[in-house]
């Protein structure tokens, strides 16, 4: 299967917009297609709304953003790209008829995926050219930030394709579910649908209002859900003997006329009741509104998450140790040609983000630590500062850093950053950076910064290892002049 460098979206609806979102902030180009031409508008919309919070998810080095292009010619973006996800509306037929044509002018290589929320994949690959290429990837609404997407092949669906689908979404820092075989609404939706159906009859038989039924979800059940799902948790009811015990406490409980399941009837007075429920609870405040509200605490509960390496967090994690890796794997090459050559590393290129601008429309202070930041992690990693050591308790802290701006650098800018090993004791390293435009090497910054090594929280020698690469390193620049800014931090004693 191919890399996915360009991802095709077939319907640039409300998960089409995420889709492109996601894809394109971590650097995938998108091809948009949908059969109605003022989508363009709208989907460039939808990608900028979600830009906000996104941009706070991680501060690992990303890729340069993707491009977005539009079109209304389906079979051209089938021909022009890497993988296909489908989102148009929920109609099988519908689906049937364009999964069938796009597939005909897709190469045989190109994976095409369905976001449907319950339609069976066998069904949907009926009349397409190359099945075997073809399954359900359902994800949640907003795309952008809820990492699950659900995995269903069909009954022509190659177990390679659900493989390399998996890969891909991994890559873009999701959670890729592999659902066992085929059912109507696959996992999530299910579960959902159940909770969705007595939710209805509550409020129909005017037991609870909306707002009332989901104070019993968000103060409660809720938050257990967001990082062990139900049956963990429900494994904790049963005090030391788990979910036997639990089973033999509340089985009975299962017999008892508790749930309904089956719908009630959507009668007019049924539907006012949910819509008025709602717009009490939205309490004035647009859909807009409230979705920034959403995607914000979707960040920071991640970033919590992220801690205890649990559920969406730890699939933050991945991502995160990615981006780490591919740009520490970026200047691994460079390096040990530099070292060779005996000149500067090489370690980061980047562009300037757009949302990393300030007022005045240039680079704001805190992301020349962050840029600089990982050009020192690029290093560290390349001298054997990975996961694993850290896992060992041992890590660099910084102690002092020394920033000097000296030209600005505005959204979308090429940078690069290059670094020297100014000076080495067995527990210190002193750096200096530079970081410069790529268009006409003009220094923009430079930072000068000492790290500690410490185990275990206290101040402690590097790994022999460790210290050797840097030593290594650090004798490669020995013939280089001092750096003009240098000179503000030392790790000699004063006096
Ligand atoms: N909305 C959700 O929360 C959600 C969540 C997960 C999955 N899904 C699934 O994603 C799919 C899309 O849902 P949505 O909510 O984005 O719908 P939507 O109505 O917002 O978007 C559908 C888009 O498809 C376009 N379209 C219609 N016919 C087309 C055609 N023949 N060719 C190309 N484009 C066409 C429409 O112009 C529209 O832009 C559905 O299958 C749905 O079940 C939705």
Redesign the pocket.
């Known amino acids: 299967m191919r890399q996915v460098k360009r991802l095709g979206l077939?319907?640039?609806?409300?998960?089409?917009g995420g889709w492109a979102a996601r894809a394109l902030h971590f650097g995938i180009d998108v091809v948009a297609?949908?059969?109605?031409p003022e989508?363009e508008g709208w989907i460039r919309g939808a990608v900028e709304n979600a830009e906000g919070a996104l941009a706070r998810l991680t501060l690992a080095p990303l890729p340069p953003k993707g491009r977005l292009t539009f079109t209304t010619d389906?079979n051209a973006m089938a021909a022009q790209v890497d993988f296909i996800q489908e989102?148009?509306?929920?109609q099988l037929e519908?689906k049937q008829r364009?999964l069938g044509q796009v597939s005909r002018h897709a190469p045989a290589d190109v994976l095409i995926a369905s976001?449907?929320?319950g339609l069976m994949p066998t069904d949907l690959q009926r009349d397409m050219q190359h099945p075997e290429r073809f399954l359900v990837a359902?994800?949640?609404?907003p795309v952008y930030l809820l990492p699950l997407v659900e995995l269903v092949g069909g009954a022509k669906t190659s177990a390679e394709s659900i493989d390399a689908a998996a890969r891909f979404f991994t890559y873009i820092g999701m959670h890729a579910l592999k659902v066992r075989r085929e059912v109507p609404g696959h996992l999530t939706d299910r579960l959902q649908e159940a909770l969705w159906r007595e939710i209805l009859h509550m409020v129909n038989e005017d037991v609870a209002t909306t707002g009332e039924l989901d104070d019993s979800i968000v103060y409660g059940p809720g938050l257990r859900w967001a990082a062990m799902g139900t049956n963990l948790i429900y494994h904790l009811a049963g005090g030391e003997t788990g979910m036997r015990h639990m089973l033999r406490q509340f089985g009975p409980a299962l017999k008892w006329p508790w749930t309904k399941l089956e719908a009630p009837e959507l009668t007019e007075s049924l539907i006012d009741k949910m819509v008025e429920g709602t717009q009490a609870q939205a309490d004035g405040r647009s859909i807009r509104e409230i979705e920034r509200l959403r995607d914000g605490y979707l960040v920071a509960i991640q970033q919590v998450l992220k801690q205890f390496n649990i559920g969406a967090g730890s699939t933050l994690r991945a991502l995160e140790e990615r981006l780490y890796e591919d740009a520490a794997g970026t200047a691994r090459a460079s390096i040990r040609a530099s070292v060779d050559k005996g000149t500067e590393l090489r370690l980061i290129e980047l562009e300037v983000r757009p949302e990393w601008i300030d007022y005045n429309g240039h680079m704001t202070d805190s992301r020349y630590l962050q840029v600089f930041g990982d050009a020192t992690d690029a290093l560290l990693r390349y001298a054997g500062v990975d996961d694993e050591y850290r896992k060992s308790g041992r890590a660099l802290f910084t102690v002092e850093s020394h920033v000097t701006h000296r030209a600005e650098a505005k959204a979308m800018e090429p940078l690069y950053v290059t670094t020297r090993v100014l000076e080495l004791d067995d527990k210190r390293i002193r750096l200096f950076h530079s970081l410069f435009r790529r268009r006409d090497d003009v220094l923009v910054a430079t930072a000068e910064q000492v790290y500690l090594h410490v185990a275990q929280g206290k101040a402690a020698a590097m790994g022999a290892a460790l210290h050797e690469a840097l030593a290594r390193v650090q004798a490669s620049h020995a013939k280089l002049p001092a750096p003009a800014h240098a000179g503000r931090v030392t790790l000699r004693p004063a006096g």
């Open positions: 077939l319907g640039t609806g409300v998960i089409g297609a949908d059969v109605k989508m389906l989102n148009i509306p929920e519908l364009i976001s449907t929320s359902h994800p949640f609404n």
